[in-house]
Every structure is written in structure tokens, then in C-alpha cells.
């Protein structure tokens, strides 16, 4: 039977769908794989990008294809319908993709979150200012990230929202807040300092380190002993002394990737030591070599074998009887269970302790270090050019450059990599023009040299 030129097109519009889906799902996980530079990212949004453009030549039968699949397709392909979506200037069918989302879906919400952040038309904002002010709680994890994302300015809508919220979306709120916000939303953020919801806490203290609030930091350091929400703040806003606090949680066994992150973002070589002990950590020596890593610039890189997840559905009936009763698990014909050879940054205690050796004389130790250089400017910038910073570390500077410094640029490290080197140049020029007016290896809060006293 021939196949019309429709069905052909139908058929052939699916299948960009289908590898859209693929190419921004796999996207997703390449951000924080250790093997995956940033950059090299580009090279899948270069082909994601072919498909999409092939579906917007598409037109109406394109549009078509899309409508059903964002109903009935994946996440993926859902992501992908919405852009296409975005750049029809279709917004009735946005809200029909969203009508029957539900919020505890975070693939799908997420989906369309990052469909909008790339791609909503700059004549939508006033239109998607409805979910706060209508209060479509349920909507609140899709649009709020794409205001922060894109700085709209929508502060009044965003704080209405933020009283009436379910603490479920608060800190999609306040996180968006942060990036948009003014004196207005410092005094509505502040008291959640005290809210019962962690993960509330934890997004209010880094939304008012943005702002410059006097008070968060010590707050933070006050309830760092005893609670884990201050942690990632602390390592964001924290002075001299705030190195100790956390030092000593680790000697009391209460350690965790916060802890471990935040020591390398202040860069004390006081924590050395502490990082240096969780190498052998099979649940933090990521991040224990993240903070050194942070600290020294010290760009050890190892490969080693990685086996898989063992997924039980996956197994045969009889590996899947020998790997409960004897955790015996399928092999290659070598013997070697399946797997993969990657590069990472070292966790070999050995390889650091050589490093250390060998250059522990090249620091300075009444001074803070971020690669390996006495902390400033210039060093968050090395740590959002380099190629070997994990992606929560280049996150982690781009906060660094307003909290600690008061420069605030409209970059996010999951933003596409092309949008990211043109920051990236502006960036650059403010460092240059900036990078005297602040003492290398110092504490700042806000532009401001912190005191030694200073939590």
C-alpha cells in the first residue's frame, strides 16, 4: 500500500520529535557528567537544534504532529513540542500542553519549564503573570523558573504568590525572587528564614545573601552546628571563621556534600585536610574532590572503571537469582561486570596527597583560594571558564559573583552553551575592570571587605 505524502510527512515529523526527546534528555544528564565539559555540550543542543527548526518548517502539519505527542508523547518530546510552540507564537497551545499537568510530575513540569526558558516569546510575560496572581499553584514550578531565568520583572505578582503558596513551590519562588526582586522581596523573604520546610529555609538564606542582607549570615552560622539548611549559604556568604564551624560538624560525624562543597567555595586551607579524609567516601568523595579541586586547582584527572546500576527488571530470571542470593552480578565474557571506563577528577587519596607535597609550600595560609589563587574576581571567572569545573561549581561562582562581590550577570550554568560564552565575555570585562578594587585572598559580602570577627 503507498504511503501519502502526508503520512510520509506525519511520519517523518515524529521521528524529529522522537530524537528531539532523546537529544534533550540526554542533554539533561550530560550537565553534571564528570566526562562532559560545558562546552562539549553544545555539540548536543547543535543537533537538538536541527530538529526543532525542521519541525517550525514543518508549519501546520508539524504543528499538527506536535499537539498530539505533547499530549501523548514523552517528556522529551513534550519539551520539544513546546518550543516549537513557542516560536509559532502558539500560546493557546502551551496552555493546552499544561492544562492537565500534574504538579508532582516533576519530569513534565520541568519539560515545559525549560522549553519557556529558552524560547517564551517576550510578548507573553504579562499573559504567564496570571499563574501567580490566579494562584495556579499548580503552574508555579513552570513559569516561576522562566521569570528568574529570563530577569522579568514581575517582583508584585511573584510576592503575591509567595504569601499564598503551598510550601511545596516556595523555593521556586523565592528562587526566581532572588533574580528579579528588590527591597520588597527582601522584607517578605526574611522571616522564612524560621519556616518549618528546610528546603524553604535553605532557598530564603541564598535568595537574601543575593541582596545583600546583613543579618542572614549570621543567622546561618548561629544554626550551622545543629541544622543542615544553612550549609550551602554559609559557602556562599560565610567569613573566615565559618571554615571551623563546618570543619568541626565533620569531627563530629555529621558531614554531608553541602558541607564538603561549601569548604571548597571558601576556600580555607584549613579544610584541606578535612576534604582530603573523604576520598576513600564512597557517597562523598565526589564532592570532597570537588572542594579540593575548588581550593587547589589542581587538575588531577584519573579514568577508572565504572560497573553498571544493577536494575533488577532487567535481569534474566536466573541472574536475577544468583544476584539476590549471592549478589553475584552478570559479566562481560572477560569476567568483568558490565560497565565503562570514564575520566574524572581524581578520588585517589594518593594522587592528592603527591599533589599536596609537592605544593603545599605555594600557599598562603591567612588566605582564601579558589584554583589554586588567592580568591577574587578573576578566580570564579577561571572556575566558570574551565573545563574541568563540575557543573554545581560553576553554578556556585555564578551566585559568588553577587553575593560576594555585587555583580550580577544573567547567566545560569544550564543556559545553552552559545548564550553562556557571550556572557562570558561581558563577564570578562567587568572582571578587568573591576578585579582592583578588591584585595586577592580576602573574605567580601556585598561588595564589602568582611572583618576577621565576621562570621
Not at 570564579?380 to 551566585?399: D, F, G, M, V
Request: charged residues 25%.
Amino acid at each position: 500500500m503507498a504511503v501519502t505524502i502526508r503520512q510520509f510527512n506525519i511520519e517523518l515529523y515524529e521521528e524529529h520529535l522522537e530524537e528531539a526527546s532523546f537529544l534533550y534528555e540526554q542533554r539533561l544528564a550530560l550537565l553534571d557528567d564528570p566526562e562532559i565539559t560545558w562546552k562539549d555540550i553544545g555539540d548536543f543542543e547543535d543537533r537538538f537544534e536541527a530538529h526543532i527548526d525542521a519541525l517550525v518548517v514543518g508549519e501546520d502539519l508539524a504543528l499538527e504532529v506536535c499537539r498530539t505527542q505533547a499530549k501523548e508523547g514523552d517528556f522529551g518530546e513534550l519539551h520539544a513540542a513546546v518550543r516549537v510552540f513557542c516560536r509559532q507564537n502558539k500560546g493557546d497551545f502551551v496552555a493546552e500542553a499544561w492544562r492537565d499537568l500534574d504538579p508532582e510530575d516533576m519530569e513534565r513540569t520541568q519539560a515545559i519549564s525549560d522549553a519557556l526558558k529558552d524560547e517564551c516569546p517576550e510578548s507573553w510575560q504579562e499573559s504567564l503573570q496570571s499563574v501567580f496572581l490566579r494562584d495556579y499553584f499548580n503552574l508555579i514550578s513552570v513559569v516561576a523558573p522562566v521569570f528568574g531565568y529570563r530577569r522579568y520583572e514581575a517582583e508584585k505578582p511573584l510576592l503575591s504568590a509567595l504569601k499564598k503558596a503551598p510550601s511545596s513551590v516556595l523555593p521556586t519562588l523565592i528562587w526566581a525572587l532572588g533574580r528579579t526582586g528588590g527591597p520588597a522581596t527582601q522584607a517578605a523573604v526574611l522571616p522564612l528564614l524560621d519556616h518549618t520546610d528546610d528546603s524553604v529555609c535553605r532557598s530564603a538564606a541564598e535568595c537574601l545573601l543575593r541582596f545583600g542582607e546583613p543579618d542572614v549570615v549570621t543567622q546561618c552560622f548561629a544554626r550551622a552546628a545543629n541544622e543542615n539548611w544553612p550549609i550551602s549559604a554559609l559557602g556562599l556568604g560565610g567569613g573566615r571563621k565559618t571554615a571551623e564551624v563546618l570543619i568541626d560538624r565533620i569531627n563530629q560525624g555529621v558531614a554531608n556534600n553541602d558541607c564538603l562543597i561549601a569548604l571548597g567555595m571558601l576556600g580555607s586551607l584549613k579544610a584541606i585536610k578535612a576534604l582530603y579524609s573523604f576520598l576513600g567516601n564512597e557517597d562523598l568523595a565526589r564532592a570532597a574532590t570537588t572542594g579540593l579541586y575548588m581550593i587547589t586547582g589542581a587538575d588531577l584527572i584519573e579514568e577508572v572503571y565504572v560497573p553498571d546500576v544493577i536494575d533488577e527488571d532487567e535481569l534474566f530470571e536466573e541472574e536475577l537469582d544468583a544476584y539476590r542470593k549471592e549478589g553475584k552480578v552478570p559479566t562481560r565474557p572477560d569476567g568483568q561486570p558490565f560497565g565503562e571506563t570514564i575520566r574524572r577528577l581524581s578520588q585517589n587519596p594518593q594522587d592528592w596527597q603527591a599533589w599536596l607535597n609537592e605544593n603545599k609550600s605555594q600557599f598562603n595560609p591567612e588566605i582564601r583560594y579558589r584554583l589554586g589563587k588567592p580568591y577574587s574576581p578573576t578566580g570564579l571567572l577561571e572556575t566558570l571558564l574551565s573545563e574541568t569545573s563540575p557543573y554545581r561549581a560553576r553554578q556556585l561562582a555564578i551566585e559568588e559573583f553577587k553575593i560576594r562581590y555585587g555583580a550580577d550577570f544573567p547567566i545560569e550554568a544550564d543556559m545553552p552553551v552559545a548564550i553562556q560564552e557571550r556572557v562570558l565575555q561581558k563577564i570578562a570585562q567587568w572582571v578587568q575592570a573591576n578585579e582592583h578594587r578588591f584585595q586577592p585572598g580576602a573574605w567580601y559580602y556585598s561588595s564589602r571587605l568582611m572583618q576577621d570577627y565576621q562570621a
